[in-house]
C-alpha cells in the first residue's frame, strides 16, 4: 500500500534549505570510504603492538565526521582514539602528522574517488527540489564541504539552488561550522527568508543539531541506514520529522493545502509560538478576536477579519494605551460613572464584493476552508479563507 506523503506546506515555509552530500548527492559514501582509508592507514602507521580497532564506516562517521568541516572531522575522531596533535597549517603537507596534514590527506584521497566513481544523486530528493521550486519555494544548498560546488557541477544540478553556503563560503565569512547553525543562518539570510519559514533538510546529527539551534521552522532528518536508532539519534538531536528517502517528502501547493497531513511542527507538537484556528464559527468569532489581539504597546487590535462591522458576530476594536474616558449611563434609573476605554476609528476596512453581490461577509458565503494562524513571535495574523460565491 502507498503511504502518504507528507507535504511541505507552502503557508508556513519559504524556502527548504538541502544538505549536499547524503541527501542531495551519494557523496556521503564517498567521504565515509575516504575517511576509512585515511584513519585506517594512519592508525596502523602509528602502531599498535595489540593491533588497532579499525574506523567503523557507520558508527566512527555518524559520531565523529559525518556533516562536520574537515578539520573539525579529523580532530573529533582523533580525539575519540585519546590521539592528541598538532593543529598544523591548512598548507601541511597531506603526510604531515598534524589536524590539517590528515584533513589534507583526506582530501586527496576523496578527490581520487570522486574522479573514478563519480557522482550520484538521489532522484527522489532531485524530483522533490524541481517540485518545490516549481511551486515557488527557494532552495539553497548548505554544505560543510568544499568540495560542494565541484559535486554540484559533476551532477549537473547547479542550477537548482538560489544560493549555495559551503565550506568555502564559510571559510571565506569566517563562520563556523555545524554542529553550529552559521551556514544554515547564512543561507537564509541570503535568500531573505525567516529561519521560521525554512526547512532544514539533514542526515548527520550535527546537521540537525545546527537547525535546532538556528530556531529554523522545520527540521527533516534524513535517515539513510535505515537503522532504529539512527531515527531516534536524529530526533533527539531536533529533527521535527524522519524519513529514510524524500520520496516521502512532496511541496505543496498553496491552493491544496489545507489537508491533514500538512507539515506544521507547531500544530503537531502545539508549540508556543503559532496558534492555528481552523473552520468558522460565528458563536465563537468574538472570543477568537480576542484571543488574536495583536498590539505594541500604544495600541491593540482585536483580531477580527477585515472589513468585519461591529454586528452579532463581530467586534472589531482598536483600543490607545491610556485611550479612557468617562462616561454617565442611566442603569435601572440610577446614574453610573463609568470610565472605560474608548475603540477609537476601525482601520481594518478592506473589503471587496463580487460585481451585482453585495460587500463580502463571513456569513453570507458557503465556506469550504478557513485558516487562521497567529504567528505570536512575530505579531502576524493570517487568515486564509476559501469561499463559493452565490453565482456557482
Ligand atoms: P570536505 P555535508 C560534509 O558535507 C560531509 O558530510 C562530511 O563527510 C565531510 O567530511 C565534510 O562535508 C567536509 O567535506 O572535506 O569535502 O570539505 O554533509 O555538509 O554536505
Ligand atoms: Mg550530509
Known amino acids: 500500500m502507498a503511504t502518504r506523503k507528507q507535504i511541505i ?5 519559504d524556502a527548504v534549505l538541502f544538505d549536499l552530500d547524503g541527501v542531495v548527492t551519494r557523496t556521503a ?27 567503523d564506516l557507520l558508527d566512527d562517521y555518524i559520531k565523529y565526521v559525518d556533516g562536520k568541516p574537515r578539520y573539525k572531522g579529523v580532530k573529533a575522531f582523533i580525539a575519540s582514539r585519546s ?9 601541511d603537507a597531506p603526510d604531515k602528522e598534524t589536524i ?21 544523486v538521489y532522484e527522489s530528493t532531485i524530483d522533490l527540489i524541481k517540485q518545490l521550486r516549481k511551486n515557488g519555494f527557494k532552495t539553497a544548498i548548505v554544505s560543510s ?14 542550477i537548482l539552488f538560489d544560493t549555495r553556503v559551503d565550506g568555502v563560503v564559510s571559510e571565506s565569512l569566517g563562520l563556523t561550522g555545524k554542529p553550529e547553525p552559521d551556514i544554515f543562518l547564512e543561507a537564509a539570510k541570503r535568500l531573505d ?18 537547525g535546532k539551534k538556528g530556531g529554523f521552522g522545520m527540521i527533516i532528518g534524513v535517515n539513510r541506514t535505515n537503522q532504529a536508532d539512527q531515527a531516534q539519534n536524529l530526533k533527539q538531536k531536533g529533527a521535527h520529522l524522519v524519513v529514510n528517502d524524500l520520496c516521502e517528502i512532496k511541496a505543496g501547493v498553496l491552493a491544496k493545502s489545507f489537508s491533514h ?32 489581539a495583536l498590539g505594541n504597546g500604544y495600541f491593540v487590535t482585536r483580531g477580527a477579519a477585515p472589513g468585519a462591522k461591529d454586528d452579532d458576530v463581530h467586534y472589531p476594536g482598536t483600543y490607545l494605551a491610556g485611550g479612557y474616558n468617562r462616561l454617565k449611563t442611566k442603569i435601572a434609573g440610577r446614574i453610573v460613572e463609568n470610565e472605560d476605554l474608548v475603540n477609537i476609528p476601525n482601520w481594518l476596512c478592506l473589503n471587496f464584493r463580487i460585481p451585482g453581490e453585495a460587500w463580502f461577509r463571513l456569513k453570507d458565503v458557503k465556506i469550504f476552508l478557513y485558516r487562521q494562524v497567529l504567528n505570536i513571535k512575530k505579531g502576524v495574523l493570517t487568515r486564509i479563507i476559501k469561499f463559493r460565491d452565490k453565482k456557482k
Open 29 to 55: 559514501d564517498t567521504h565515509a570510504s575516504a575517511w576509512k582509508k585515511l584513519f585506517d592507514e594512519y592508525l596502523e602507521k602509528k602502531g599498535d603492538i595489540d593491533g588497532y580497532v579499525p574506523f
Open 100 to 120: 590539517c596534514g590528515l584533513g589534507n590527506r583526506k582530501n586527496q584521497i576523496f578527490s581520487d574517488l570522486l574522479k573514478k566513481e563519480g557522482v550520484k
Open 261 to 292: 497531513d500538512l507539515i506544521s511542527p507547531d500544530l503537531e507538537k502545539g508549540s508556543s509560538w503559532t496558534q492555528i484556528y481552523t473552520g468558522f464559527d460565528p458563536e465563537d468569532e468574538g472570543r477568537r478576536e480576542t484571543l488574536c
Open 145 to 158: 564541504s568544499k568540495n560542494c560546488r565541484q559535486v554540484l557541477k559533476a551532477a549537473d544540478i547547479e
Open 83 to 91: 590521539i592528541d596533535i598538532p593543529y598544523g597549517s591548512v598548507h
Open 193 to 210: 527568508t525567516d529561519v521560521n519559514r525554512c526547512v532544514v533538510v539533514e542526515d548527520a546529527l550535527s546537521g540537525v543539531a545546527a
Open 9 to 13: 506546506n507552502p503557508e508556513l515555509f
